[in-house]
Nanobody, 126 residues
Framework: QVQLVESGGGLVQAGDSLRLSCAAS????????MGWFRQAAGKERELVGS??????????YYADSVKGRFIISRDNTKNTVYLQMNSLKPEDTAVYYC?????????????????WGQGTQVTVSS
């Protein structure tokens, strides 16, 4: 059974930084593509970014809305994926989820991920 546990959310001001963590278990982590998604109130879940498994080069992809501000990384020794969020904006306010893909790639479609964390709230005040 795959388990994903996010942490690091909170309330910050616009311009601040925050780092989210997602600890994974139950699957060979270094061969697993991981994604970060978010869902704001009243909106659909959207991809923030994703990172392929290390055997596929650990390549990261970012949504245009966060490109240049957010960084995804992974530490295979800790089975953890991170989302470093810089220059936060009020429109970044959402519940953030990490997700695990059964394959090594990091798809952009949430339907391609089979396990999800419980989510962590990020609120950015203006």
């Amino acid at each position: 059974q795959v388990q994903l546990v996010e942490s690091g959310g909170g309330l910050v001001q616009a311009g601040d930084s925050l780092r989210l963590s997602c600890a994974a278990s139950g699957r060979s982590f270094n061969r697993t593509g991981m994604g970060w998604f978010r869902q704001a109130a009243g909106k659909e879940r959207e991809l923030v970014g994703s990172i392929s498994g290390s055997w596929s080069g650990g390549t990261a992809y970012y949504a245009d809305s966060v490109k240049g501000r957010f960084i995804i990384s992974r530490d295979n020794t800790k089975n953890t994926v991170y989302l470093q969020m810089n220059s936060l904006k009020p429109e970044d306010t959402a519940v953030y989820y990490c997700a695990s893909n059964k394959g090594i790639l990091a798809p952009r479609d949430p339907r391609d991920y089979d396990y999800w964390g419980q989510g962590t709230q990020v609120t950015v005040s203006s």
